[in-house]
């Protein structure tokens, strides 16, 4: 089937690109509503074979699943316009943070829509997304959206009201991480390390700790015990972190980004 995606953007791009390489599609079966030249030159130079039209109208005939790949503001926007276009034939895919899934029914006119939160890090396929379906959704649109999000990374699915929660350690947090490792290739260039190698390694730690902890399944705290010696180097750097209380600072920062996906439903 062809699979039709409104918008163009980064995250339109990776999920698409995500499908094709895990064989659930072919480059000829998307269909992109995007109607900005530049955008579509974009998106031509990445996948040569995706087909385009003007309208988000012109996909409700040719595709079954549509994924609503814009901005909150425009989604809301746009509502009106997408509950004339699309009906209970097509699947309706939102990846628009904040607006939950009784308000995407309501404003779409449909009954028929799962809604997705994918990471940036979908574009390289490490993506961490959820996805929330509605209770009288069929197993079958629930299968296909799950495997279609596989294909980018992990994803589980969870009840609509923990998007908001989910929002706050996934969605936004590749940007908690690309601030950390930033910081850590600042102390090692302070302490006389070049800069292309502090940033490469310091990534990498943070790609390994990660497969530590998803390969091992180990608490965290446990896999930190396995590093930190009595009186050692890592202990000493440990009590820095907790005397800036880090640790603090990283879990209001999710807080605050929950209540901001709240604040934007």
């Known amino acids: 089937m062809s699979i039709g995606f409104v918008g163009g953007g980064q995250m339109a791009t990776a ?19 995007e109607p ?25 005939a040719s595709c079954e699943p549509i994924f609503l790949a814009v901005k909150p503001h425009i989604l ?28 995407l029914q309501e404003m779409l006119g449909t009954k028929r829509v799962i809604r997705v939160m994918p990471n940036t890090p979908c574009q390289v396929n490490a993506a961490a997304s959820a996805i929330s379906c509605p ?15 596989k294909s980018v990374g992990e994803v589980i699915n969870i009840p609509d009201r923990l998007m908001h ?42 790609l390994g700790a990660a497969k530590m902890v998803i390969e091992t399944g180990l608490h965290p705290g446990a896999l930190k015990d396995q590093v930190t010696s009595p009186g050692g180097t890592t202990i000493t750097a440990l009590r820095e972190l907790e005397a800036g209380a880090v640790r603090s600072a990283f879990i209001e920062a999710v807080a605050t980004c929950a209540e901001r996906s709240e604040d934007l439903a």
């Open 165 to 206: 929660a989910f929002t706050g350690i996934a969605g936004s947090s590749p940007a908690y991480i690309y601030l950390v490792i930033e910081a850590l290739s600042d102390g090692g260039v302070a302490q006389g390390l070049p800069r292309d190698v502090a940033i490469r390694m310091s990534a990498q730690a943070v």
């Open 76 to 103: 809301k926007e746009q509502a009106s316009v997408f509950a004339e276009c699309f009906s209970e034939d097509n699947l309706l895919i939102s990846i628009a943070a904040g607006i939950s899934l009784e308000k």
């Open 15 to 33: 999920l698409a690109q995500g499908a094709i390489a895990a064989g659930i599609c072919s480059a000829e079966d998307i269909i992109f509503a």
């Open 36 to 60: 900005f030249r530049a955008q579509r030159e974009k998106l031509t130079e990445k996948i040569p074979e995706a087909k385009f039209v003007d309208q988000s109208s012109d996909l409700a």
């Open 135 to 149: 209770a009288d959704s069929s197993e079958a649109d629930q299968t296909w959206v799950e495997t279609f999000m």
